[in-house]
């Protein structure tokens, strides 16, 4: 039986805590839905009705551009190991990009990384478990080394040319602001 909850007690982030990946969810007004895969040590709880992710270089840039248009972000944990259970955070979040003032100290949370792209800032709105009865047993082998293998060799210039190959829309042609005014001029 799902359960509501309006803020992260203590038990939601210790569950979220011990997790290797969570989903990210947007959607624009119109268009296609997203959900991501996230991992890595990429997400924080701020307090029990705040969270931050960073996200990294990646193929697409969905998030950005839906949050654009509209500010909704549901996160979703599933346990794969003893514990069964789903936990969403549903709630309304901004993008900060490395131009941001707010984006270097949020930044310094997370490890070192060569490419983050933008923090979200979630304010948690509700938390809703539910049982994960059905979600399989699956252990954990570690972390993938490939996203820093790739990036690293590229600096901050390659880095660049790669977000504007590749992460200046969405899927459905939606701006993503990742260098501010500009990729809304085309």
Not at 28 to 34: H, K, T
Request: hydrophobic share 40%.
């Amino acid at each position: 039986m799902a359960k509501q909850f309006n803020r992260i007690n203590e038990d939601h982030a210790r569950f979220i805590a011990a997790q290797h990946i969570f989903f990210a969810g947007t959607a624009a007004a119109e268009g296609r839905v997203n959900i991501s895969p996230k991992g890595m040590d990429s997400l924080r709880v701020m307090d029990p009705n705040r969270i931050v992710w960073r996200n990294l270089t990646g193929s697409g840039n969905e998030t950005a551009g839906h949050l654009r248009q509209m500010n909704r972000m549901t996160l979703m944990w599933c346990s794969f190991a003893t514990r069964p259970l789903i936990l969403r955070a549903y709630g309304s979040a901004r993008t900060l990009h490395p131009r941001d003032p707010e984006f270097a100290d949020l930044n310094a949370l997370f490890p070192a990384n060569p490419g983050p792209r933008q923090i979200y800032d979630l304010s948690v709105e509700m938390i809703q478990t539910s049982c994960g009865y059905a979600v399989p047993f699956l252990d954990y082998a570690g972390e993938r080394d490939t996203l820093d293998r790739v990036t690293e060799p590229l600096g901050r210039d390659g880095l660049h040319t790669f977000w504007a190959e590749r992460n200046l829309t969405t899927i459905d042609g939606q701006p993503t602001n990742i260098f501010g005014d500009i990729d809304d001029a085309g």
